[in-house]
Nanobody, 119 residues
């Protein structure tokens, strides 16, 4: 089991930046990938970024590439999502998730943190 706790959400003006954190605890040695997702009201969950827990290789969808950056600090068991040039449509609940080696999907999720971008 892995426990994930997000932090860093809040209210930000359009054009601003925000950095989210996700602290992992428990069986962190079993983590293969960490990811960030978001879900806006009335919309489906959207994948934002993935990072290899060991190798640090990152993956992004085209929709956020260049604006969002995922990183990790293994010593702190923490993953970050740096978000720049924020837009009102970035308003959503942001979740981090963990995928173990051998798993086919992200099995562990945090409780989410709200990011609201005002125009």
């Amino acid at each position: 089991q892995v426990q994930l706790v997000e932090s860093g959400g809040g209210l930000v003006q359009a054009g601003g930046s925000q950095r989210l954190s996700c602290a992992a605890s428990g069986r962190t040695f079993s983590i293969y990938l960490m990811g960030w997702f978001r879900q806006a009201v009335g919309k489906e969950r959207e994948w934002l970024a993935t990072i290899g827990w060991s190798d640090g290789i990152t993956y992004y969808p085209d929709s956020v590439k260049g604006r969002f950056t995922i990183s990790r600090d293994n010593a702190k068991n923490t993953v970050y999502l740096q978000m720049n040039s924020l837009k009102p449509e970035d308003t959503a609940v942001y979740y981090c998730a963990a995928r173990f080696r051998g798993a086919s999907e992200f099995d562990y999720w945090g409780q989410g943190t709200q990011v609201t971008v005002s125009s």
